[in-house]
């Protein structure tokens, strides 16, 4: 969810002006802002599965340094979503485990 | 390669104010951080400052990350940013990425301000997306403006926990009750009796037992503790909330000090294991300075002052100070740096560092 007002910082000015595509499905966006604000802004919490236990993990400290919040973007596996900007078109998967390159192993 | 009077590590409160302190002298500074946006965690902090007029309190945490940025281009310091330092080697040489590329620069002066991360806690479910550091709510708040859930737990009444439980209020979201571990309160009663105000619940003496949950949080139990800090039966409560925000603490960022050769202590209140450092900011290295939460977490009020501190200490050891001159700047910034550091918050951080600095005292 969005916060489109607020006592002390005042109403978004920022547009919708992007979307990317999160496991086949389109999530509209704002063009630079951090992969992991949109999915939660679209109630996506779920990021990737661990390893070996196939368990969920999503955001935890959104500033880089933890890794809880890699996913694949772009066929690129491994990326900090809580840092990384949003482009439009963006093609996104939730990471299983290490992740694949270009979609291959 | 390029060259530098004075690289800045981190462009956070300690080492924007840093910075702009050595430029006003005369010296180069250059500032790298790894983000694309300067200010590290201060733009997350909509509140108003605590202390002194001369501390800037009464204003917000993003107007003064503003006034530094401003600063910082009058003063004509460069600000590197998306430059991730991975390394510092002999004669300081910086080695750092941007763009996915290899780059180095030279300083005669090195200031590491890496600030600090939020630490995590141990139950069963505590990896569930969902839990989450509360300066990672914090900043997809007031800095992306999305809410990372609508019921809300929060750990630890720190200030940083009774903080963004208001601003998560604030942002729109219900915060069920905040829990406390300890007998009392942490932080500042006028932040609590804040939180208190608009209805949330405070238990001290509780902790969480579980978080419930197959792929995200679905609900919470919470359990009291005894004197030893042991679940009392049947005490269990149950709250719904989608979302665990924790607020236990921060440990300084310290991995480039280590790597730089630094020598350490530990002092817990201060988060742990921390370089130890001189009167003047600098490690036990010459040359390489340290400020902000990386010598001892504190908040950034002590941070710009330490900040500053290492900012005219390297313009001195530079000769854009004369001894003279700098001591007079010293002075006052010794002054503010022990006015943030009384009352019954800060003295236990005065107390620590003091040994942080006896510990220096005594390599030498
Ligand atoms: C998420 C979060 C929220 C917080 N909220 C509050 C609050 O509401 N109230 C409060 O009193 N305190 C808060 N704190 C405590 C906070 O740490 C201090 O208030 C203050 O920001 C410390 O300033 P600093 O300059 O030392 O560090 P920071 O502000 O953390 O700045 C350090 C900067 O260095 C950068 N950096 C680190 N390593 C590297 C590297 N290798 N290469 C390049 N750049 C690097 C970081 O990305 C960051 O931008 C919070 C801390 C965190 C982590
Ligand atoms: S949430 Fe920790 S690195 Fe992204």
Redesign the interface.
């Known amino acids: 969810?969005?916060?489109?007002h607020?006592?002390?910082?005042g109403d978004?000015t920022r547009k919708i002006d992007a979307t990317i595509i999160v496991d086949g499905r389109k999530i509209p966006a704002i063009e630079g802002?951090?992969i992991?604000?949109?999915l939660?802004?679209a109630g996506i919490?779920?990021?990737r599965e661990t390893q070996k236990n196939h368990?969920?993990?999503?955001?935890?400290?959104?500033?880089?340094?933890?890794t809880d919040c890699v996913m694949t973007v772009d066929g690129i596996p491994n990326v900090r979503t809580?840092?990384t900007?949003v482009k439009d078109g963006m093609i996104i998967s939730t990471q299983k485990g290490l992740g694949e390159w270009g979609g291959k192993k | 390669m390029k060259t530098t009077d004075i690289a800045v590590i981190g462009a956070g409160p300690a080492g924007l104010s840093c910075a702009v302190e050595a430029a006003k002298s005369g010296a180069r500074v250059t500032v790298l951080d790894e983000n694309l946006k300067p200010g590290g965690q201060l733009f997350k902090q909509i509140h108003k400052f605590f202390g002194s007029r001369e501390h800037r309190a009464g204003i917000r945490g993003f107007r003064i990350g503003q006034q530094l940025l401003e600063a910082t281009e009058r003063l004509d310091v460069q600000v590197l940013l998306d430059a991730a330092v991975y390394g510092i080697y002999e004669d300081r040489l910086i080695a750092y990425i941007t763009d996915g590329r290899d780059h180095t620069i030279k300083a005669k002066k090195i200031v590491l301000a890496t600030g600090a991360s939020e630490n995590a806690l141990a139950f069963p479910g505590c990896t569930l997306p969902g839990v989450m550091g509360a300066g990672a709510a914090q900043t997809m708040i007031n800095v992306n403006r999305v809410l990372p859930g609508k019921k809300i737990i929060m750990v630890g009444s720190g200030n940083v926990g009774l903080i963004v439980s208001y601003q998560l209020m604030q942002a729109g979201a219900d915060v069920v009750a905040l829990i406390e571990a300890a007998p009392k309160i942490g932080g500042y009663g006028v932040h609590a009796g804040k939180i208190r105000r608009a209805g949330v619940p405070i238990y001290t003496s509780t902790t969480i037992k579980e978080v419930l949950g197959e792929e995200k949080v679905e609900g919470v139990i919470t359990a009291s503790l005894d004197e030893k800090w042991q679940h009392i039966e049947d005490t269990e409560k149950r709250f719904e909330a989608d979302t665990v925000c924790l607020a236990v603490g921060l440990s300084p960022l310290t991995e480039l000090a280590w790597m730089a050769g630094c020598e350490f202590t530990f002092i817990p209140p201060l988060g742990g294991h921390v370089p130890i450092h001189d009167r003047n900011m600098e490690s036990t290295l010459t040359g390489v300075y340290i400020a902000g939460d990386i010598t001892g977490v504190e908040e950034a009020s002590s941070a710009m002052e330490e900040g500053r501190l290492a900012g005219v200490a390297c313009a001195e050891s530079l000769g854009y100070y004369n001894e003279k001159q700098a001591l007079a700047l010293k002075n006052e910034i010794w002054d503010r740096l022990d006015a943030l550091r009384t009352g019954p918050f800060g003295e236990g951080r005065f107390t620590a560092k003091l040994k942080q600095l006896e510990a220096r005292r005594q390599l030498a």
């Open positions: 969810m969005r916060v489109l607020h006592p002390i910082l978004e802002e951090p992991a604000a949109t939660l802004s919490k779920k990021f368990k969920p993990r999503g955001i935890f400290c959104a500033i880089g340094r933890c809580c840092v900007p």
